[in-house]
C-alpha cells in the first residue's frame, strides 16, 4: 500500500507553499490536502465553535509516472480545524506523515505558538502521526520553493524512514538565501514583538490598528537557537513537543504551595 501523506497549511488552498508542498511529497506516496479556503495566518491551535465549517472538493489526480496521487479540499475552518476535519472526515485512513506549509515567511523561535502551520504538525503528534511543519524566509505571494526541495526530501524521507519520538514535531526553516549552510538542529529561540499595534485614522472618524511590529530576541548571540542559526543561514530543525509541563519547576511549585 502507498504511503498516505496528509497536507495542510494557514496560507490557504491556492497558496504557492502548500501546492508546491504536495508536488515534492507525491514522490513518497499518495498526498491528501486539505487546506483554509483563504489565509489563516497566526491562527494558532484556534478551532471553529461558533459556525458551521463546510469542506467543498477541488480536484483529484491519478498517481502517475512514479508519482502519488492528489487530492485536494479546501475548509472554510481554521488551520487546525483542517487538520481534524481530514482525520476525522475526508481521509480514507490514517496517514502516515502530516506535514504543514510551506509556510510563506518563518516560524522560528516563540512564533511558533502563534503559527497556523505550528498547529497542523501539532495536531498530527497529538494524532500519534509523525507530524513536520515547513517555513521559508520567502514571504512573498508567489514565492518558488523550489530551492528548498533538497532539504524537504531529506527531511520527509528521514521521518518516514525512522518516525519520530512519541508527542514530538518538528518545526523547519529555510532562509532565503542561495547559501544554505546545511541543517542544524535547534531549540527554541526566546524573544518578543516590539510595536506590534499600528494605530491609524478611520476614515469614518475613530481609529483601528494593524497588527504588525517586529521580532527581537532576548539573547542575539545565543548559537543554539533556531533565531541565530537563520539569520545565519542554517535549515534550522527543532524538535517541538506537545508535553507542556516545566518538569525542573515542579519541585519548586510544590515547596511554594506544600
Same mark, same amino acid.
Given at each position: 500500500?502507498?504511503?498516505?501523506?496528509?497536507?495542510?497549511?494557514?496560507?490557504?488552498?491556492?497558496?504557492?507553499?502548500?501546492?508546491?508542498?504536495?508536488?515534492? $511529497?507525491?514522490?513518497? #506516496?499518495?498526498? &491528501?490536502?486539505?487546506?483554509?479556503?483563504?489565509?489563516?495566518?497566526?491562527?494558532?491551535?484556534?478551532?471553529?465553535?461558533?459556525?458551521?465549517?463546510?469542506?467543498? &472538493?477541488?480536484?483529484?489526480?491519478?498517481? $502517475?509516472?512514479?508519482?502519488?496521487?492528489?487530492?485536494?479540499?479546501?475548509?472554510?475552518?481554521?488551520?487546525?480545524?483542517?487538520?481534524?476535519?481530514?482525520?476525522?472526515? +475526508?481521509?480514507?485512513?490514517?496517514?502516515? +506523515?502530516?506535514?504543514?506549509?510551506?509556510?510563506?515567511?518563518?516560524?522560528c523561535a516563540v512564533?511558533?505558538?502563534?503559527?497556523?502551520?505550528?498547529?497542523?504538525? +501539532?495536531?498530527?503528534?497529538? @494524532?500519534?502521526?509523525?507530524?513536520?511543519?515547513?517555513?521559508? #524566509?520567502?514571504?512573498? @505571494?508567489? $514565492?518558488? &520553493?523550489?530551492?528548498?526541495?533538497?532539504?524537504?526530501?531529506?527531511?520527509?524521507?528521514?521521518? +518516514?524512514?525512522?518516525?519520530?519520538?512519541?508527542?514530538v514535531c518538528l518545526?523547519?526553516?529555510?532562509?532565503?538565501?542561495?547559501?544554505? @549552510? #546545511?541543517?542544524?538542529?535547534? @531549540?527554541?529561540?526566546?524573544?518578543?514583538?516590539?510595536? %506590534?499595534?499600528?494605530?491609524?485614522?478611520?476614515?469614518? #472618524?475613530?481609529?483601528?490598528?494593524?497588527?504588525?511590529?517586529?521580532? $527581537?530576541?532576548?539573547?542575539?548571540?545565543?548559537?543554539?537557537?533556531?533565531?541565530?542559526? &537563520? %539569520?545565519?543561514?542554517?535549515?534550522?530543525?527543532?524538535?517541538?513537543?506537545?508535553?507542556?509541563?516545566?518538569?525542573?519547576?515542579? %519541585?519548586?511549585?510544590?515547596?511554594?504551595?506544600?
Amino acid at each position: 500500500m502507498e504511503k498516505l501523506i496528509f497536507i495542510s497549511n494557514d496560507d490557504g488552498v491556492y497558496a504557492n507553499g502548500v501546492m508546491q508542498l504536495a508536488d515534492m $511529497a507525491r514522490e513518497f #506516496g499518495d498526498v &491528501f490536502v486539505v487546506a483554509p479556503d483563504q489565509g489563516r495566518s497566526g491562527a494558532g491551535m484556534s478551532i471553529t465553535s461558533v459556525s458551521p465549517v463546510r469542506n467543498t &472538493f477541488v480536484r483529484h489526480e491519478e498517481a $502517475a509516472e512514479g508519482r502519488g496521487s492528489l487530492t485536494v479540499w479546501k475548509c472554510s475552518g481554521t488551520p487546525d480545524d483542517c487538520a481534524k476535519m481530514g482525520f476525522e472526515i +475526508l481521509l480514507p485512513r490514517k496517514p502516515d +506523515l502530516v506535514l504543514a506549509g510551506i509556510n510563506h515567511g518563518d516560524n522560528c523561535a516563540v512564533n511558533a505558538h502563534y503559527s497556523g502551520t505550528m498547529s497542523i504538525a +501539532l495536531e498530527g503528534a497529538i @494524532k500519534e502521526v509523525p507530524s513536520v511543519a515547513f517555513s521559508s #524566509g520567502k514571504a512573498e @505571494k508567489d $514565492a518558488d &520553493f523550489s530551492y528548498m526541495r533538497v532539504y524537504v526530501r531529506k527531511v520527509i524521507s528521514a521521518v +518516514l524512514g525512522h518516525g519520530l519520538p512519541p508527542n514530538v514535531c518538528l518545526n523547519v526553516n529555510v532562509p532565503d538565501t542561495a547559501d544554505l @549552510k #546545511g541543517i542544524k538542529i535547534c @531549540k527554541m529561540g526566546m524573544g518578543d514583538w516590539h510595536d %506590534e499595534w499600528q494605530e491609524r485614522e478611520h476614515p469614518h #472618524g475613530g481609529k483601528y490598528y494593524w497588527i504588525g511590529g517586529y521580532y $527581537a530576541p532576548f539573547d542575539k548571540d545565543d548559537t543554539e537557537s533556531d533565531s541565530w542559526a &537563520f %539569520e545565519h543561514g542554517y535549515v534550522t530543525v527543532t524538535p517541538i513537543r506537545l508535553d507542556l509541563t516545566a518538569y525542573a519547576a515542579m %519541585e519548586q511549585i510544590s515547596q511554594m504551595l506544600g
